[in-house]
């Protein structure tokens, strides 16, 4: 097939494929009645406030579950039984429970008659900083275990070429098995990150005023129907189409190198 034939052929889909997707959006859309855009506009500030307030909780959670996971995977390969077991349990725990029941729990448990007072001190918002903490050790545990994955895969032969020359442990991790392990779990690895950012809207249950609790406040103080629920949409796709192109990439750029 021709370079001209070949792009002929793809807008041809591309517009197909648009034409329906705008056919179901009207049919879908066009059903339901009482649209009150004006009023949604009124309450922009609102609305853009809690989506600052996601992103921020986003690129907070998602540098310290990176950090979890890294600590995490170190710890379960550390010949020491003490640290390598209770890395081991508490992954487990956090696998094995819902996502709300540890916010609650660690929020009105553990962290907040510890840290409340002390953050409230400083002048910080104590929900969002521990609704950051809760996320990074949920998301992280989960990070842990692609990263130990993805490091067990390599093969021994690897390990001991890199001690061959001479390599340090960390020089091994960092030259040598790291590298090799994100192209394979570099996949898995974005799409926690994507439901990461997903789940920081159910820490609206401990009072963090982000994207969907602000939508929610929204519909409460207008009466409106889903107004709201579209930019909320919209502002999360925002936030994870960027992820996900990022992800796809990184693969391609990976796979032209080998």
Same mark, same amino acid.
Not at 24 to 38: A, E
Not at 185 to 209: E, H, N, R, T, Y
């Given at each position: ?15 197909? #494929?648009? @034409?329906?997707? @705008?056919?179901?959006?009207? !049919? ?16 922009? *500030? ?13 690129? %907070? ?6 950090? !979890? ?22 992954? *487990? ?11 609650? !729990? %660690? ?23 521990? %609704? ?43 030259? #040598? ?16 990150? #994507? ?31 889903? *107004? ?5 949409? #919209? %502002? ?7 992820? @996900? ?14």
């Amino acid at each position: 097939m021709t370079p001209a034939r070949r792009l002929t052929l793809n807008l041809t889909v591309a517009t197909a #494929v648009l @034409a329906a997707f @705008a056919a179901v959006c009207v !049919v879908l859309f066009g059903s339901l009645k009482g649209w009150d855009w004006p009023k949604t506009w009124q309450y922009r *500030e609102l609305l853009f406030q809690g989506w600052k307030t996601t992103i921020l909780l986003s690129l %907070g959670s998602l540098v310290g579950s990176t950090v !979890v996971g890294v600590l995490l995977l170190l710890g379960q390969r550390s010949g020491l039984w003490a640290l390598k077991w209770p890395c081991r349990l508490f992954l *487990e725990f956090v696998r094995e429970t819902p996502l709300l029941v540890q916010l609650l !729990v %660690g929020y009105f448990v553990i962290f907040a008659p510890l840290l409340s007072r002390t953050l409230d001190g400083w002048g910080w918002d104590d929900k969002l900083v521990i %609704g950051i903490l809760l996320l990074s050790l949920f998301s992280g545990a989960y990070l842990g275990e692609i990263l130990r994955g993805g490091v067990d895969s390599i093969p021994r032969a690897q390990w001991d070429s890199a001690r061959a020359v001479g390599f340090r442990t960390g020089q091994v991790y960092r030259h #040598v098995i790291f590298p090799q392990a994100l192209r394979r779990v570099l996949p898995a690895v974005a799409g926690q990150f #994507v439901s990461l950012i997903k789940d920081s809207s159910l820490l609206s249950v401990i009072g963090v005023q982000e994207f969907a609790y602000q939508a929610k406040a929204y519909t409460a103080k207008t009466y409106g129907g889903l *107004e709201a629920y579209v930019p909320l949409a #919209v %502002g999360y796709l925002l936030l994870t189409v960027p992820i @996900a192109w990022l992800s796809h990439r990184l693969e391609r750029r990976y796979r032209d190198e080998t």
